[in-house]
């Protein structure tokens, strides 16, 4: 069974740039939840995706948006990149059935805005 | 979700139990105690996870109060890979909701 994959594993940008963070859900999960992590600090919640729609946002400005696609796999794309933006970016698969859905993590994407 | 309370860090020694506390005093009694660890720079890895029962399974112990106001996440026998910060999260069953990450405990396994 493989686990949840993401690329790339660090990124620079600079201030004003687009990004594009991916990543690949677990086998056999169908929700894709996205997270922040600032330096020293707990993740913080982006958004979710499940069936191929947004299903809860946090609270983050409409720059950062993101997909999922028919195989579950998911993007996250953050527009006109700010230096608050440097932080490591985890994305979460689950399986939505039953009482419990638990969140299994990526390794995170590193990402430096200079 | 209710929020819960943790020490911001604990020592243990190597071989022995690891014992880390975790108040949730406002839990709703549709509410899971999830536990994560996450060492550093790496993706938070999924513990464990009660309701009013306590759970075992091949990493760790949880034992959750009768009244359901606090817990215990046990590692019975501590090795320095286990030096991680600990997150004690409440949250709703049934529902697909995020996770509301706190502070956690900063355990150190001592040699």
């Known amino acids: 069974e493989t686990g949840v994959t993401q690329s790339p594993t660090h990124l620079i940008k600079t201030r004003g740039q687009q990004v594009t963070l991916r990543c690949s859900s677990q086998s056999g999960h169908n929700t894709v939840s996205w997270y922040q992590q600032a330096l020293g600090q707990g993740p913080q919640f982006i958004f979710q995706y499940y069936r191929e729609e947004e299903n809860g946002r946090g609270n983050f400005p409409p720059r950062f948006s993101g997909l999922q696609f028919p195989n579950y796999s998911s993007e996250l794309n953050v527009n006109a990149l700010e230096l608050d933006d440097s932080a490591l970016y985890l994305c979460?698969?689950?399986?939505?059935?039953?009482?419990?859905?638990?969140?299994?993590f990526g390794p995170g994407t590193r990402l430096t805005v200079l | 979700d209710a929020k819960t309370t943790q020490p911001p860090s604990m020592d243990c020694a190597e071989g022995r139990a690891a014992n880390l506390p975790c108040n949730h005093s406002t839990i709703s009694g549709n509410e899971y105690v999830y536990w994560y660890r996450q060492i550093h720079s790496q993706g938070p890895q999924y513990i464990i996870h009660?309701?009013?029962n306590n759970e075992t399974n091949e990493m760790a112990s949880l034992i959750i109060t009768e009244d359901r106001k606090s817990s215990t996440l046990i590692l019975p026998h501590a090795t320095l890979r286990d030096t991680a910060v600990y997150y004690c999260i409440v949250r709703v069953g049934g529902s697909a909701r995020q996770l509301t990450f706190g502070s956690g405990t900063q355990l150190t396994v001592l040699p």
């Open positions: 009660g309701l009013k």
């Open positions: 979460a698969s689950s399986h939505r059935q039953g009482i419990t859905d638990t969140q299994y």
